[in-house]
């Protein structure tokens, strides 16, 4: 039973498209996160939310927009997608204070 | 300054060896430190957490934290050929919720 599942794995999509990536986790944590990991395999928080609470808004664009509808599950929509915009995705989640949990990632493609 | 800096490598060592992976933080109020394995292709996991000044140690892993030299180091003993990685060292920062990542050091076991 996957801890943190992310899906879909892959996204293959064309410019301006948008486009959601859904998490879900079994651990109770109440804490969930989306990273995003460039090509350079640096690792940079976007959101953050506490028991379906936005903490962390980092300096994202705000073409994209996360939602949590219950504490289990965090989801992230990116509208008008760029080229930039091709990363790998990571949602991760955890107990506030502890070491994450990853999902699997999603990598984006934008063509 | 980054807030996380690591070495990016890559740090080749022969199989059975000793690797060691370094870590530096610019937050003196860090209380919370944690390593990360990444395969290629694949998510983050968690290897090891440390919190106080000192050693820690799990099988073949030991973290080494000194907080007054705000360093923070990873050994690992009798190196592996599958311990050909990407580790990243994460540390908590700032009074936000959120773990920061270095860049990562590559490391690569050689037969």
């Known amino acids: 039973d996957t801890a943190v599942s992310q899906t879909p794995k892959y996204l293959v999509t064309q410019m301006g498209n948008d486009k959601s990536i859904k998490c879900e986790q079994n651990l109770g944590h109440d804490t969930m996160y989306w990273y995003k990991q460039d090509s350079k395999k640096f690792l940079k928080i976007m959101f953050s939310?506490?028991?379906?609470?936005?903490?962390i808004n980092e300096t994202v664009p705000n073409r994209f927009s996360p939602k949590s509808p219950d504490k289990a599950h965090l989801n992230l929509h990116i509208n008008s997608l760029e080229l930039g915009d091709s990363a790998v995705y990571f949602c991760a989640s955890s107990w506030t204070g502890d070491g994450y949990t990853f999902g699997s990632g999603t990598r984006l493609t934008v063509v | 300054q980054k807030e996380v800096e690591q070495n990016s490598g890559p740090l080749s060592v022969p199989e059975g060896a000793i690797a060691s992976l370094n870590c530096t933080y610019s937050?003196?109020?860090?209380?919370?430190f944690f390593w990360y394995r990444q395969y290629s292709g694949k998510s983050p996991e968690l290897i090891m957490s440390?919190?106080?000044?000192g050693d820690k140690e799990d099988g073949r892993f030991t973290a080494q934290l000194n907080k007054a030299s705000q360093y923070v180091s990873l050994l690992i003993r009798d190196s592996q050929p599958s311990d050909s990685a990407t580790y990243l060292c994460?540390?908590?920062?700032?009074?936000?919720?959120?773990?920061?990542f270095g860049t990562g050091t590559r490391l690569q076991v050689t037969l």
């Open positions: 440390i919190y106080s000044n």
């Open positions: 994460a540390v908590y920062t700032g009074t936000a919720s959120k773990l920061t």
């Open positions: 937050d003196r109020g860090s209380q919370s």
């Open positions: 939310y506490n028991n379906k609470e936005l903490i």
